[in-house]
Structures are given as structure tokens and as C-alpha cells.
């Protein structure tokens, strides 16, 4: 009997263990840039938002780019918090499934059932906050969280005394910018949601391998991408300008997509004389 016990124990402990395994971890090589004239250094890492807790992405030169740098400059701060569904919610909006393409509202379905949200919370969402809610829905469902995300951890690890951390945006702000785009803009980000272009798996399989090729065939020169892309790398871009004419090392860390396409980061700095060089 206290062998048959000690199986049954043993077994117990091994079926707990087992539970509690995660998944096995993937090693990523996300793509960073240096920028460089003198004594003064700016990183640039594509990041992304959202990621499974499973993710290792602090490779030996991002670990070396995140120990030297001073200062940490991301899109908004982590710390911001801001009331999203008082930005979101419209008035008077049609159904969601009346604001999309017939052949697209099974997609609409399947893309609502996938973010857990209720319908008719979304049906009262404009167009961009629509589009922006379901586009996270697989991110969501892969287990990914902006608390493993790459911004959160950076954010967290330059509270370190010594560093610095700055934003270029108020979270506020950046949803203002999509609360302002027109409707015709809006619909079309809806769209593009709906077709597949902008999925979650296939941009983190590009973000953990560096593949800005592969980014790179989806980015399209066109009005929205100019505004969503376009307007922002280019104040980035003249940002990081005025700061290389100080000394010191900086790490800024933006979406993946923003350096990618027809108005990638990298290239915007290259244009304007600077020594760019891709480094990871």
C-alpha cells in the first residue's frame, strides 16, 4: 500500500508539473539599427506592442544597446493611462456588420468572437477603435499582453537611477490622431483589418526573426500609410536629427512597422546625411 502511495504521489507531482510548464521559450533576433556621428549614439529597435510571455528577445547586443544608453525614448509611456472607451464610443453609428463589406462580415464574426469583446460594445466603437480592437484579438488569443511587451520592460528597466526616460507622444495623443482621421480613412482601416494584411502571427513571426523583408511586400505607399506611418517617422526623424548634436547614447524603440515601407525610420535618417547601419 505505501508503495502505490508513493507511486500515486509521484505521479501527482510530476501531472502538477507538468501543468505548470510554459511553453518552451523562442528565441528572438528583433532588428535594431545604430546611428552614430562623434560621441553620440542612438539606437533604434523595431518593438512590438504585445508578446506571450515566452519570448526572448534580449539578445547580447540589445542587452549591451540597453546598458550603455542613458536615455529610453518610446512612442508613449507605459505609465500614461488614458479612458479608451470614452475616445472609442461614437454616436448614432451603425451595426459593425453594416459598416463593412458583405463578403467580409463573416471575417467581422469570426474577428468579434476572437477579441471577447460583446458585440454590442463594439457595434458603438468608431471605425478606427473597431479596426484597432479586433486587430488585437489574435494577439490576445496567442497570450500576448503589453505587460510582456517590449516598451513595458524597457520602460520598468530605465527607472534604474541614471537613466532617463522620454515619450514622443501622450497615449492621449496618439489615439487623437486616429479620432481624427476622416471617415473615408477610418473605413479603410477597417478594411485592412478585415483582409488579413495586418496579422498578428505573421508579424511577430517577422519581428522575432528581424524580417523587415518580409514587411516590407505588405507596405504600401498610400495616403493612410502616410499619415499612420509617414507623419510620425518623419517628426521622429527630425527629433533624432536635433538629439544626434548632443553627446551621449540613446535607445529609441518604436513599432516594427515604422521601420519598414516606403516611409521607414532608417531610410528617413539616411536621407537626411546621417550614418545609419543595421546592426542586429
Not at 33 to 53: A, F, K, M, N, Q
Not at 169 to 193: G, I, V
Not at 207 to 215: E, P, Q, R, Y
Not at 258 to 266: K, N, T, W
Amino acid at each position: 500500500m505505501l508503495r502505490r502511495r508513493q507511486r500515486l504521489a509521484a505521479l501527482g507531482a510530476m501531472l502538477l508539473a507538468l501543468a505548470g510548464c510554459s511553453k518552451p521559450s523562442i528565441e528572438a533576433r528583433p532588428a535594431m539599427w545604430r546611428v552614430s556621428e562623434g560621441d553620440t549614439t542612438i539606437y533604434l529597435l523595431g518593438s512590438i506592442h504585445l508578446l506571450p510571455p515566452n519570448i526572448n528577445w534580449r539578445t547580447p547586443l540589445i542587452n549591451r544597446a540597453i546598458a550603455l544608453s542613458d536615455t529610453l525614448v518610446l512612442e508613449s509611456s507605459p505609465d500614461e493611462s488614458v479612458d479608451f472607451q470614452a475616445v472609442a464610443r461614437g454616436v448614432n453609428l451603425k451595426p459593425a456588420r453594416d459598416r463593412v463589406s458583405p463578403g467580409k462580415r463573416l471575417i467581422l464574426d469570426t474577428m468579434i468572437e476572437r477579441a471577447g469583446i460583446p458585440r454590442a460594445t463594439l457595434d458603438g466603437y468608431k471605425d478606427w477603435a473597431l479596426a484597432t480592437t479586433l486587430a488585437t484579438g489574435d494577439a490576445i488569443a496567442a497570450g500576448a499582453t503589453t505587460r510582456d511587451g517590449v516598451e513595458e520592460k524597457l520602460w520598468s528597466e530605465f527607472e534604474a537611477p541614471g537613466k532617463t526616460r522620454l515619450a514622443f507622444y501622450h497615449a492621449k495623443e496618439q489615439l487623437d490622431q486616429l479620432d481624427t482621421l476622416p471617415e473615408t480613412d477610418q473605413r479603410k482601416m477597417l478594411e485592412n483589418t478585415l483582409s488579413g494584411k495586418e496579422n498578428y502571427g505573421e508579424t511577430l513571426k517577422a519581428w522575432t526573426s528581424g524580417d523587415i523583408a518580409s514587411l516590407e511586400k505588405t507596405a504600401a505607399c498610400t495616403p493612410l500609410e502616410g499619415k499612420l506611418v509617414g507623419q510620425p517617422n518623419d517628426y521622429w526623424a527630425r527629433w533624432i536629427s536635433a538629439r544626434m548634436k548632443k553627446p551621449g547614447i540613446v535607445l529609441v524603440a518604436v513599432g516594427l512597422g515604422h521601420m519598414a515601407g516606403p516611409y521607414a525610420l532608417p531610410n528617413l535618417l539616411a536621407a537626411r546625411g546621417l550614418k545609419v547601419e543595421r546592426i542586429e
